[in-house]
Structure formats: structure tokens, C-alpha cells
């Protein structure tokens, strides 16, 4: 009976552990959905930037942020900065997303909402021919 008992301890600790895990990698999942998001999102700027040989129109900047932020979020930003030295241009996206557990959160924090967020971002070079 106490063999019994013993086995059925090991194993909800270990089932319990396999939940634990299936939690972190649905989050890295999340995280990871809305990274591809960002990139395709600015590569989608980018190429725009490249057809039209410099800096697309206010219209165009307008229509992009408003689909960055149905795909990331409200509080997400995106950004489109000429460098004109060069011929380049800077494509800027960023959005937050909850912390997980592998993020950096000091050790008993509890924090608000604010503290438990994830600021992520992602910026890309683009040259363009005149």
C-alpha cells in the first residue's frame, strides 16, 4: 500500500511538472508568434520603402501603424526614420507582452502590471537606390 502511495506522489509531482513546462512553451509560443509579426510587419515597410526609392507617404505610414497595432496591440509603435546621408531609412516596431518566468523579474516581486510587462522591439536598416 505504501509502495502504492509512493508511486502515485512521483507521479503527480511529475505531472505537475509537465504542466508546468506546457505553460512556459505556450507563452514562448505567444512571444515568439509575435516576433514573426513584427518582422513580417517590417519587412512589409521595408519594401515599400525600396519600390518607392525613399520614404512612403503620411497615408501610407498611417495604414501601417494602425495594422502594427491590430497585430501587436494597441500600445504597440512603429516608427519610419529617414537617413538621408546614406539613402536609408530606419523601420522601428515596438509592443509589450507579459513576462514569463525566464524574463528578468527581481527575486520576490511583486510589482503591478506595469512591472510585470515585456518591452520588446525590433528595428531594421533599410537602403534604398535613388
Not at 515568439?32 to 518607392?52: G, K, P, W
Not at 511583486?110 to 525590433?122: I, M, P, S, V
Amino acid at each position: 500500500m505504501i509502495e502504492v502511495l509512493v508511486a502515485l506522489l512521483v507521479l503527480a509531482v511529475g505531472l505537475l511538472g509537465v504542466a508546468g513546462m506546457q505553460t512556459i512553451s505556450m507563452q514562448q509560443t505567444q512571444g515568439a508568434d509575435r516576433r514573426s509579426v513584427a518582422v513580417l510587419h517590417a519587412q512589409s515597410m521595408a519594401d515599400e520603402i525600396r519600390s518607392n526609392r525613399g520614404m512612403p507617404t503620411a497615408g501610407v505610414k498611417a495604414a501601417w501603424l494602425a495594422s502594427v497595432q491590430d497585430d501587436l496591440g494597441d500600445d504597440a509603435t512603429a516608427a519610419v526614420t529617414s537617413v538621408t546621408a546614406d539613402k536609408s531609412a530606419k523601420v522601428r516596431l515596438t509592443w509589450t507582452a507579459r513576462k514569463t518566468q525566464w524574463d528578468d523579474i527581481p527575486e520576490g516581486q511583486e510589482g503591478t502590471e506595469e512591472d510585470l510587462l515585456n518591452y520588446n522591439k525590433f528595428e531594421v536598416t533599410v537602403r534604398y537606390a535613388k
